[in-house]
């Protein structure tokens, strides 16, 4: 069964330095989605990506976060100073239509920024 | 998109049907009802969706009340794998790409 593949599982980063986490989607899907949880709370929606651009984003999704698409394959996910308050699960997911059609995730990256 | 409603927690002893409520009183007509699972801190994982009739798959089955304003989501023969936070979301097919998870329902099946 096709599947949303996160890597890497665990980072630990310094406060301060940039990050990506990276997210191959399931091949066929044309949305992508960033989600995160910090431990303890809920699941929060960061952004949503279509035809290579920015669909719909969070007020969590500030400057400090962006995406891409580079190769037609990965969704990246760049945090470019990383604050303590970051530290969550990330999750990535895709669907194949936006909308009301279901949304397949990934296994999550466990980010520590120490 | 409407706000759900859902118990905090729930039990179910392996081999009977756990039947996890919510109710979504604000529901709009052309919002769907979506329910996710997540299990130990796992990815969420979709379940099934539906928008009035009652919907069946091989995971569950969602009955959806008449009026809309509730539903839930059956499955048929708890395991201890089925132990997870269970979220039901309403999301409209048109509005939104994203999912508002709330705090669900915790299912601890018990052997």
């Known amino acids: 069964e096709p599947e949303v593949t996160q890597t890497p599982s665990h980072q630990v980063t310094q406060m301060g330095q940039e990050v990506i986490l990276r997210c191959v989607p399931i091949s066929n899907h044309l949305y992508f989605y960033w989600y995160r949880q910090i431990l303890g709370q809920k699941v929060e929606f960061l952004v949503s990506?279509?035809?290579?651009?920015?669909?719909?984003k969070s007020e969590i999704f500030d400057d400090q976060f962006s995406v891409e698409r580079p190769d037609g394959s990965n969704f990246t996910l760049k945090i470019r100073s990383t604050k303590l308050e970051d530290s969550a699960m990330y999750f990535c997911?895709?669907?194949?239509?936006?909308?009301?059609?279901?949304?397949?995730f990934g296994q999550g990256t466990r980010l520590t920024v120490v | 998109d409407a706000k759900t409603t859902q118990p905090p927690s729930m039990d179910c002893a392996e081999g009977r049907a756990a039947n996890l409520p919510c109710n979504h009183s604000?529901?709009?007509?052309?919002?769907?009802v979506y329910w996710y699972r997540q299990i130990h801190s796992q990815g969420p994982q979709y379940i099934i969706h539906g928008l009035k009739n009652n919907e069946t798959n091989e995971m569950a089955s969602l009955i959806i009340t008449e009026d809309r304003k509730s539903s839930t989501l059956i499955l048929p023969h708890a395991t201890l794998r089925d132990t997870a936070v269970y979220y039901c979301i309403v999301r409209g097919p048109y509005n939104t790409d994203k999912l508002i998870f709330g705090t669900g329902t915790r299912l601890q099946v018990f052997p």
């Open positions: 997911a895709s669907s194949r239509e936006g909308g009301g059609t279901e949304a397949f």
């Open positions: 990506f279509y035809n290579n651009e920015i669909s719909e």
């Open positions: 604000t529901i709009s007509g052309n919002e769907y």
